[in-house]
């Protein structure tokens, strides 16, 4: 800290010095601590605007990829057109339609049953009688008339407001007003059944007699061959997903049969190609603004994250994203963890190439041709995918687990149709029953308990492991061992080592199945179970057989006309005429690419979601965290810096207020001496 002079004039002047100024001077000087701080607080706000500008980044192409991998997303909308709109005019197709081409033929529509009571002169006559309708097959609901209703106007609203399912108005024109009476439900089922006993009481009692003017039919079509009905022009779902209208019928031909109407469900491939190209700009967007950040600005000085690892993870992350091989197809799941056993064989073809076959199990002598042999006792998912990679036959084998479920993905080493991937899976796999714990409801002070899932005899032959944890004490992990691999053997290892804080014991069932029970030795909260078990049931397994399900023939982004750009980058580049030939031609491969199980689609998605800042463990997210909590240490420093410097601040206005009392008071003080000194020696000073 550098010193501060202080400046008081001539002592003898009586004019003192300026505290006000001293004091900001020497505060000043105190507060030049601070400048580090605020510097590096400076520098952090400005990372945290260019963290969450990527992060917004991040969230739009997020965004466009999840309309790609959502299954109602843009690959599930479909587009539709009619070869006569003046006959059949397309309204909607869902995403459940199916694309395809249907034939129909319309041969009548749909029509709304309707008619009308006898016309009277005088529309305010007082009437009487009664009025019945059914509206189809439904319930007769008869009207009386009465002081309240008496008249054509009241009789309408008396009907409107019965909820019988008939809109009823009075029609006035110069040959008189008659009740009109129009079906709320088209087609056949809408279809009115009337009887009417009204007379005008006001002209003789003259007869209102009811006239059907129209009679409710259904429409009348042919779908593919079929013939069908619908109760409503407005056709809904009988080409599944897909709604349209009726508006005339099929012209009719010259050899007398009707005109087919082309209906042409499609898939939106203008969409799709919309959202692809929105994918590749966002990406972009985003490699942009971080390459930006590995500079300089234009004045010279380093952008705020230049040099971050930040960048470097993040870019990692999306480049190999981008990169990223897509599975073409995967074998059934199998539950992790259950020790499954494979037998059999499977075949792989690429391409027009030879089909190659693989076996489980030891190679025999001599060898079958063109056969993969795992080896003698190799029998695991990991020994297949060993023996495909291992093999060199144009096919990448991995391991995918998820959720508890681990599946064998197989990925084609050649791109397009040249690589498509043909298996056929007659293999079988054995699993030992994995042993759930659940645990059983407890209530306020009564001790925490659970059980293992049953098997069928007490004496199964059990391997693996069962983690218990009491409360937020250490949890105790208990092995399977020659000695100890029943349930009642596991009992016995449960209370036997110390510190485990549960008490084991079998149960058996009425019906011979048994158990493993446990409970809590403490009471309350505090004896909560946590339990997580990989214990096998070896004696009790199941035998399934694992398919094969293909999922799509593209490998990678160049099918879809996406390449990484010649200006090395990072950016990519698009061809929407390659994505759109993959469109037409294999529309299911790029729904397999971006929708199937772990796909490339599904699993960039998941890159995005867990980068960004909406993702706690996000690489963007843990930045953000990490900056704001050094703001928060070195806002906490500023603050205390600050409450010293003040609590100085008026400690030295105080003293030096009082200092500049006594040197404004001096010249006073000379004053009176001298003319002491004058009156004493006569001296007269000039």
């Known amino acids: 800290m550098g010193t501060v002079g202080l400046n008081f004039g001539s002592p003898t002047s009586g004019t003192g010095f300026d505290v006000s100024s001293t004091v900001s001077t020497i505060v000043a000087n105190l507060q030049k601590v601070e400048t580090p701080w605020k510097t590096q607080l400076t520098s952090l706000e400005s990372q945290d605007t260019v963290l969450s500008n990527l992060g917004t980044l991040l969230s739009k192409i997020s965004t466009d990829v999840s309309s790609l991998s959502d299954f109602t997303g843009v690959l599930a909308q479909k587009t539709g057109s009619s070869s006569d709109t003046n006959v059949l005019a397309l309204a ?3 995403s459940s339609a199916v694309a395809g081409t249907h034939s129909v033929t319309v041969t009548s529509l749909a029509k709304t049953g309707s008619g009308y009571l006898t016309a009277i002169t005088n529309a305010s006559d007082k009437l009487s009688g009664a009025l019945t309708i059914q509206v189809g097959t439904g319930k007769a609901h008869t009207l009386t008339v009465s002081s309240s209703n008496n008249t ?5 609203a008396a009907i409107n407001s019965a909820g019988i399912g008939v809109t009823a108005s009075v029609l006035t024109d110069s040959k008189g007003s008659r009740l009109s009476l129009v079906s709320g439900t088209s087609g056949g089922s809408g279809h009115l059944s009337i009887s009417s006993s009204l007379v005008d009481t006001s002209n003789s009692n003259a007869s209102l007699a009811y006239t ?6 259904d429409a009348q079509l042919s779908i593919d061959g079929v013939d069908l009905t619908s109760g409503s022009n407005t056709v809904t779902n009988l080409i599944p997903g897909v709604t349209f209208q009726v508006l005339a019928p099929s012209a009719q031909q010259s050899d007398g049969s ?3 109407i082309q209906v042409v469900i499609g898939n939106d491939t203008s969409g799709v190609e919309s959202a692809v190209a929105q994918m590749v700009t966002d990406y972009n967007s985003l490699l942009s603004a971080i390459n930006t950040q590995q500079g300089k600005d234009s004045s010279g000085n380093s952008e705020p994250l230049f040099g971050s690892p930040t960048l470097g993870l993040l870019q990692q992350q999306l480049v190999s994203s981008i990169n990223a091989q897509n599975p073409n197809g995967y074998l059934d799941q199998i539950e992790a ?7 059999g064989s499977m075949t792989i073809q690429v391409g027009n190439g030879t089909e190659q076959k693989i076996v489980i199990g030891a190679a025999p002598d001599p060898a079958e041709a063109n056969t993969i042999y795992t080896g003698d006792g190799v029998n695991t998912l990991q020994g297949i995918a060993d023996g495909i990679n291992q093999a060199n036959i144009g096919v990448k084998a991995g391991i995918s687990t998820q959720y508890g479920e681990s599946r064998l993905m197989l990925s084609s080493q050649t791109a397009g149709t040249a690589g498509a991937l043909s298996v056929d899976s007659s293999l079988t796999a054995t699993t030992d029953t994995l042993l759930s714990f659940a645990s059983l409801p407890s209530s306020g002070n009564s001790n925490a308990s659970g059980a293992l899932d049953s098997v069928a005899d007490a004496s199964d032959v059990l391997s693996g492991s069962i983690s218990i944890q009491v409360g937020n004490g250490t949890a105790q992990t208990i092995t399977v061992d020659s000695g100890h691999n029943t349930l009642q053997g596991m009992a016995d290892a449960i209370n036997g080592t110390a510190g485990v804080g549960v008490t084991a014991s079998v149960v058996t069932n009425g019906d011979g199945s048994a158990y493993l029970a446990l409970l ?10 946590t339990v997580t078990s990989n214990l096998l049931d070896t004696t009790q397994t199941t035998t399934q057989a694992i398919s094969y399900t293909n999922s799509s023939d593209i490998s990678g982004l160049a099918n879809l006309g996406i390449t990484v750009s010649k200006n090395y980058d990072g950016s990519l580049e698009f061809d929407a005429s390659v994505l759109d030939s993959a469109l037409n031609t294999d529309f299911g491969s790029v729904v397999g690419f971006f929708q199937s199980v772990n796909s490339w689609g599904q699993n960039f998605a998941k890159v995005l979601n867990s980068a960004g800042n909406t993702s706690s463990k996000g690489v963007v997210k843990l930045a953000q965290n990490a900056n704001s909590n050094m703001e928060a240490s ?3 420093q500023v603050s205390k810096q600050e409450s010293l410097i003040s609590i100085q601040q008026k ?12 040197m404004q008071g001096l010249k006073s003080q000379l004053d009176g001496i001298n003319i002491l000194y004058s009156a004493i020696t006569g001296y007269k000073s000039s």
């Open 152 to 156: 054509l106007t009241g009789l309408a």
């Open 258 to 260: 009707l005109e087919e």
């Open 337 to 343: 963890g259950t020790n499954a056993a494979f037998s």
């Open 651 to 662: 400690s030295l206005t105080a003293e030096l207020n009082q200092a500049n009392e006594i």
């Open 212 to 217: 059907e003017k129209v009679h409710g039919v």
């Open 92 to 94: 909607s197709a869902s």
């Open 634 to 636: 070195l806002n906490k």
């Open 520 to 529: 809590s030795q403490t009471a309350g909260s505090g004896g909560a179970l």
